[in-house]
């Protein structure tokens, strides 16, 4: 079956722009992670979805970032004001729900590059 | 706090030998789970194995095998018999106890460069 699929693969933008990234997951997965993952960081974990529950947003780095899944699908992570340190992979992932006793692994997507200019 | 450390950072090895990639992990949870994943050139992360903190056992698949130990707390992945298409950054990863959000803290990686 199709697998989670982000877009766009690249975004090249200036300092100061927002900019938003879109994450499809597969397709019964109700749990949705964006991670980001930069040369100097490795993979960092920013924020989690779960069904209707409010999303763990330990993870992003300012308040500049922010994120929504629409319809329990389609998430969309907003970088606002975007600087130099923004640019990186990032990445989305989903996974089946999690159960009592059980934790599933996770589907990453492609990623999208982001370059900060 | 929790941790995962992948102290080998570039692995290289000629073809048909066996590697062993290192993963050390630090946890204040009595459950836990551990994951590899593998990162080709083409950049998606791709998942290999998960291990939940009560099974001990190790797992073989094909060429790939993972020895999990407690008392160490290390969870070694082998390849035997490498090939060129074994070139890749592998991850390790722990989670959470499931009751929580299951987000994956990764290790550094592991390059490796399996040459023909």
């Known amino acids: 079956g199709a697998g989670v699929s982000q877009s766009p693969s690249n975004k090249v933008t200036e300092k100061g722009k927002d900019v938003e990234l879109r994450c499809d997951p597969i397709s019964g997965h109700t749990a949705l992670y964006w991670y980001r993952q930069s040369l100097g960081q490795g993979l960092e974990f920013l924020i989690y979805?779960?069904?209707?529950?409010?999303?763990?947003k330990s993870g992003l780095p300012s308040d500049r970032f922010s994120a929504e899944r629409t319809g329990g699908s389609v998430s969309t992570l907003t970088i606002q004001r975007t600087q130099q340190e923004d640019s990186a992979v990032y990445l989305c992932?989903?996974?089946?729900?999690?159960?009592?006793?059980?934790?599933?692994?996770?589907?990453f997507g492609p990623g999208t590059r982001l370059t900060v200019t | 706090a929790q941790k995962v450390t992948q102290a080998q950072t570039e692995i290289s090895v000629v073809e048909k030998e066996d590697v062993t990639l290192d993963c050390v992990y630090e946890t204040r949870d009595t459950t836990y789970y551990l994951f590899w994943y593998k990162q080709p050139p083409s950049g998606e992360l791709v998942f290999l194995i998960r291990?939940?903190?009560?099974?001990?056992q190790n797992e073989i698949s094909g060429r790939y095998s993972w020895n999990f130990q407690k008392s160490t707390s290390s969870f070694n992945f082998t390849i035997t018999a490498s090939q060129v298409v074994d070139s890749a950054v592998y991850f390790c990863a722990l989670s959470e106890a499931p009751v929580y959000t299951g987000k994956l803290i990764f290790g550094q990686g592991t390059t490796l460069q399996v040459k023909p």
């Open positions: 992932a989903s996974s089946q729900r999690l159960s009592s006793g059980s934790l599933y692994e996770q589907y």
């Open positions: 291990r939940n903190s009560f099974d001990e």
């Open positions: 979805f779960q069904g209707n529950s409010a999303p763990d």
